[in-house]
């Protein structure tokens, strides 16, 4: 069930120190990706705005947020779980409508999203330090104490649920933070912070800006109050954030994307691999970070599993994202292009089509959509194999054995995930030790949940998210020793 979105009375401007801030200058349009027209105009964040936004969180930090206790910090993030369940249908409609995935997408998002901060939730009134045991004469002691301002650049293709991932530990762990939606996909950050304010969230805890990162974010990078930055996007803003953060000495957390290898073996059982395969190339229209875009195939089986592959994806739907399509939308027409700029790039350098290649226009629908998408890739240099597409393209190698895949799977400058579909428990546990990736799926990807750390290697990036790896970026350790 979707809900009717009144786009005027949505909650569009800056949110600082508890209280909407009215602005009359320059605006960024956010988009339906299924129609290419402007769903509502959404003020821009300058660097005077950042600025407030970061001393309303200071001054939150050592205000009346010092002085709640972990139990009931615990409380607060609960009914902020409990208040997004019920804001669920809204909330999903228009993360449908904004990001332009298929609604069944968004409403798992939403319940996803619920659930980092009742996890969390359950965390913030436990964490406690250690002991050390220097003898008779001393008594030491360590202290969790929070970074203190935390800084979140949120990327466009899970705008509620990577708000969530980062703002819930860091609130857990008692620190205060300014979130930066994308500025394509702002609308479910915005609706969040009178989710958090409702749940009794003191003013100044958590502040959303909004705008273009060269504008909005490096504001907000380069703020000397920020003590730490989490930012999920493109490994060349990664390096330029964590450049920026570099000049007054804030720890970052980077999630920068990947190449991820979903490896078929002969043993397999084919049909959930085949399942496995076309969800994790083709969910959200391959815009997700961890998705499954290489398939490395052992050659005995390939032809079959290929054949099957092509049939599936030649069944599949397109549409806007709330009538439920298999294939939404892209993002944007800058995605669009960028994403037929390298399929034509690869086919050029040698990679074969075996289906899809071209932009897609549904009946009815003047926006951004590209066909799903298999490269057949003959050198393992083709830019197919080597670079984050973001879009719904697959690209297949084929390999000789075992071994062979393992050296496929490895040999791209990412690392993020990987997955593997195989019988052979040995073959499995050898190829998770083999791949230099933060996470390994074994017969099911996209396999875990808000429970299992998540994190890169390479230039997928460093530290991690999810589960309690997630907090440690926000707390200090503080050591207390005394002599008797």
């Keep these: ?44 964040s300058d660097e005077n705005l950042v600025a407030d936004a970061v001393r309303s969180a200071k001054r939150a930090l050592k205000g009346p947020w010092a002085k709640v206790t972990p139990a009931e910090r615990s409380r607060m993030l609960f009914r902020v779980a409990q208040l997004i369940r019920h804001d ?48 008779p004469d001393f008594v030491s ?81 380069n703020h000397p109050d920020v003590a730490h930055v989490t930012f999920t996007g493109s490994v060349e803003t990664g390096k330029s954030v964590m450049r920026a953060a570099a000049g007054h000495v804030a720890s970052v957390t980077m999630e920068l994307g990947g190449k991820s290898p979903v490896v078929v073996l002969a043993d397999a059982n084919l049909d959930e691999a085949l399942a496995g395969t076309l969800k994790a190339a083709f969910m959200n229209a391959g815009q997700v970070c961890s998705a499954g ?7 005995s089986c390939a032809d079959d599993f290929l054949a099957k592959l092509k049939a599936r994806i030649g069944d599949f739907t397109y ?58 890739a003959h050198d393992r240099r083709n830019q197919a194999v080597q670079e ?23 040999d791209t400058p990412f690392g993020l995930v990987g997955g593997i579909y195989t019988k052979d ?16 799926f074994i017969n099911q990807y996209f396999a875990g949940g808000v429970e299992t750390p998540f994190g890169g290697t390479k230039n997928s990036g460093f530290g991690r998210e999810k589960g309690l790896e997630g907090l440690k970026a926000y707390y200090h350790v503080k050591t207390v020793t005394a002599r008797l």
């Excluded at 549904?362 to 951004?368: C, I, S, T, Y």
Aim: glycine fraction near 10%; proline fraction near 8%.
């Design 1 to 44: 069930m979707t809900q009717h979105i009144d786009f005027g009375s949505l909650p569009l401007n800056p949110f600082i120190d508890g209280k909407r801030i009215a602005l009359s200058g320059d605006v960024v349009p956010t988009y339906d990706p299924a129609s290419a027209s402007v769903l509502c105009n959404v003020p821009v």
């Design 319 to 376: 549409g806007r994202g709330l009538d439920d399509p298999d294939i939404g939308p892209l993002v944007s027409d800058e995605q669009l292009q960028r994403v037929g700029n390298i399929v034509a790039q690869s086919r050029k350098s040698g990679a074969e089509v075996l289906i899809g290649g071209n932009v897609k226009r549904p009946a009815n629908l003047a926006g951004w959509f590209h066909e799903p998408t298999v490269l057949l």
């Design 88 to 135: 669920a249908a809204r909330l999903a409609t228009l993360e449908s409508l904004d990001s332009g995935k298929p609604l069944r997408e968004a409403k798992g998002d939403i319940e996803t999203s619920a659930r980092y901060f009742e996890y969390y939730a359950g965390i913030a009134d436990k964490l406690q330090g250690d002991t050390i045991p220097l003898g």
């Design 141 to 221: 002691f360590t202290l969790h104490e929070p970074v203190g301002v935390t800084a979140h650049i949120i990327p466009w293709n899970f705008p509620l649920v990577t708000t969530a991932r980062g703002l819930a530990p860091a609130l857990a762990a008692g620190c205060t933070a300014v979130v930066k939606p994308a500025e394509q996909t702002p609308l479910t950050a915005l609706v969040l912070a009178d989710i958090l304010t409702e749940a009794g969230v003191p003013p100044g805890v958590v502040n959303v800006v909004c705008g273009p990162g060269d504008v909005t974010g490096a504001s907000l990078v």
């Design 425 to 440: 428990v040995s073959k499995a546990l050898r190829f998770s030790r083999h791949l230099s990736a933060g996470q390994v």
């Design 388 to 410: 984050e597409i973001f879009g719904p393209v697959l690209t297949v190698q084929i390999a000789d054995d075992f071994d062979h895949a393992c050296e496929l799977a490895e």
């Design 293 to 299: 875009s290489r398939l490395v195939i052992e050659k």
